[in-house]
């Protein structure tokens, strides 16, 4: 079975941080690009930073989170981080982690689509961690 597992959230000040988690199992790790999604109340869904596994080494990022968000990869524990500084009330979101079926060449595209707002088709999701920054 398939899982993607999000944890880490809670309620923070403006200033403060917090790291995400998302640890998968069930399929092939490294086959898969995973992505940092959120989505605030009335907002649509947008991805925030995206690593494209085996075929891409480089980290992608919204431009809302660029300079304050590190995604980071454990890949012998299929582990996925999102360390969040300098939050800000604007951050506040369920975040959820997903991911994305790489073809051979295409880590490097699909993380740069989600992350420049485009729309790509995610193979499985999380169920998503509330993170809440207060003012």
């Known amino acids: 079975e398939v899982q993607l597992v999000e944890s880490g959230g809670g309620l923070v000040q403006a200033g403060g941080s917090l790291r995400l988690s998302c640890a998968a199992s069930g399929f092939t790790f490294d086959d898969y690009a995973i992505g940092w999604f959120r989505q605030a109340p009335g907002k649509e869904r947008e991805a925030v930073s995206c690593?494209?596994?085996?075929?891409?080494?480089?980290?992608h990022y919204a431009d809302s989170v660029k300079g304050r968000f590190t995604i980071s990869s454990d890949n012998a524990g299929n582990t996925v981080y999102l360390q969040m500084n300098s939050l800000k009330p604007e951050d506040t979101a369920v975040y959820y982690c997903?991911?994305?079926?790489?073809?051979?060449?295409?880590?490097?595209?699909?993380?740069?689509?989600?992350?420049?707002?485009?729309?790509?088709?995610?193979?499985?999701w999380g169920k998503g961690t509330l993170v809440t920054v207060s003012s």
């Open positions: 690593i494209g596994g085996t075929d891409d080494d480089n980290t």
């Open positions: 997903a991911a994305v079926r790489v073809v051979a060449g295409t880590g490097r595209y699909i993380c740069n689509h989600l992350t420049s707002g485009y729309y790509y088709s995610v193979d499985y």
